[in-house]
């Protein structure tokens, strides 16, 4: 059999990004080995360290990296220095914008999953969360974050507009129908039709979509109500489609079902590269104490590998994710009685994907210190 040789461009980026990117690429590392593939991995710089050190969150010889490789796994971005300093010409935040864009990532594309052992750790009551399993596309490259934006004149007014073509909710509508197909066959559509012309080319243009997809049932939801029915009823949804800055919105609020930002991985394709990253952010606070929880990381590992039709890959590490989760080898977070380490959780995971390791074993060695597990 053909070896399966893959480039994954590596921008850990700042904060707890390289130490979750670390343990990612430990259980990619594990999958190669197991199944007889080849990753090599780029890490290139990106977001506030690459300012400091070139002066542009985005350098070119990184954007290179990501055209040349057949993914790119991202760790987080964002610095306090630059969140508290409104009048910053050059952000971290642009470099990944452009990224988007130059990549033309325009279909960013979220799980949300309730997983049974952690629904405490939800603020949600169990009964209303249980069984959740979700999947949002939103909209990445177009609309308000991407439109003309600028103050007026006279400097007491400011302006942002938001703007679709067909051609831009088509190409994301076409994915979302085809996963739905594959899933339980339910769309959701989240606009806000009753006021915005834009939400209504959403409307209109998903309507006429549709007959193309006769298996899946289509519903809509203005945002206001969607944002609503994420809390009171989220086994309802199965894929939901919505624009730009809904996405964003409506995606972070449904984050809590899990119940925490650090089990959630995301994917952002277009038609040629595909990047793969947690939700959560830079989390500053918690660099370099080991308290970071690289679970949505892995998670995001396991995204690229099904990009790449790696399912029964895929399947191994998410396996592994739930041995994990089952046997409480968690960082504080969400097991603060026994906590575990950043590297102890990648260890345990990347273990389990290579040939699994006696879980029971592995929670008494930590419990005595030992270091059985590299």
């Known amino acids: 059999m053909d070896v399966l040789k893959k480039k994954i461009a590596v921008l850990a980026g700042d904060g707890i990004g390289p130490e979750v990117c670390r343990e990612a690429i430990k259980v990619l590392e594990a999958v190669a080995e197991r199944f007889g593939h080849q990753f090599t991995f780029d890490q290139q710089l990106m977001g506030a360290c690459a300012i400091d050190a070139t002066g542009d969150p985005l350098p070119a010889q990184t954007l290179d990296a990501c055209f040349a490789a057949d993914a790119v796994l991202l760790g987080a971005i964002g610095d306090p220095k630059y969140d508290n300093n409104p009048a910053a010409k050059v952000r971290p935040e642009q470099g990944l914008l452009r990224l988007r864009k130059s990549l033309g990532l325009y279909a960013n594309i979220r799980p949300v999953t309730a997983y049974d052992a952690l629904l405490a750790h939800s603020p949600l009551k169990p009964e209303r969360i249980s069984g959740t399993d979700m999947l949002i596309f939103r909209e990445l490259t177009g609309g308000i974050y991407f439109g003309d934006k600028g103050r007026t004149a006279d400097g007491q007014g400011a302006y942002d507009h938001c703007t679709y073509s067909r051609e831009e909710v088509a190409r994301i509508?076409?994915?979302?129908f085809?996963?739905?197909?594959?899933?339980?066959?339910?769309l959701t559509l989240v606009d806000k039709a009753n006021v915005l012309e834009t939400s209504r080319?959403?409307?209109e243009v998903v309507q006429q979509i549709a007959s193309q997809y006769p298996e899946v049932r289509v519903d809509y939801l203005f945002v206001d109500n969607a944002a609503m029915q994420v809390i009171l009823n989220p086994k309802q949804f199965d894929v939901i489609l919505t624009e730009n800055m809904f996405g964003d919105i409506i995606s972070d609020e449904a984050s809590v079902i899990a119940g925490s930002l650090g089990l959630?991985?995301?994917?952002?394709?277009?038609?040629?590269?595909?990047?793969?990253?947690?939700?959560h952010g830079s989390f500053p606070q918690a660099k370099g104490r080991g308290i970071a929880n690289p679970i949505a990381t892995i998670l995001s590992g396991a995204m690229m590998l099904e990009h790449f039709g790696l399912q029964e890959e895929a399947d191994a590490v998410k396996a592994a994710v739930q041995a994990a989760l089952d046997t409480n080898i968690l960082t504080p977070e969400l097991n603060a009685l026994t906590p575990c380490s950043t590297e102890q959780v990648g260890n345990f995971i990347a273990y389990q994907v290579a040939g699994g390791i006696d879980c029971q074993m592995y929670k008494e060695n930590i419990a005595v210190g030992m270091s059985t597990i590299i």
């Open 173 to 176: 509508a076409h994915r979302a």
């Open 178 to 186: 085809q996963a739905a197909e594959t899933r339980r066959g339910k």
């Open 201 to 203: 080319l959403w409307r």
């Open 264 to 279: 959630l991985p995301s994917a952002s394709v277009g038609d040629q590269v595909a990047l793969f990253e947690p939700i």
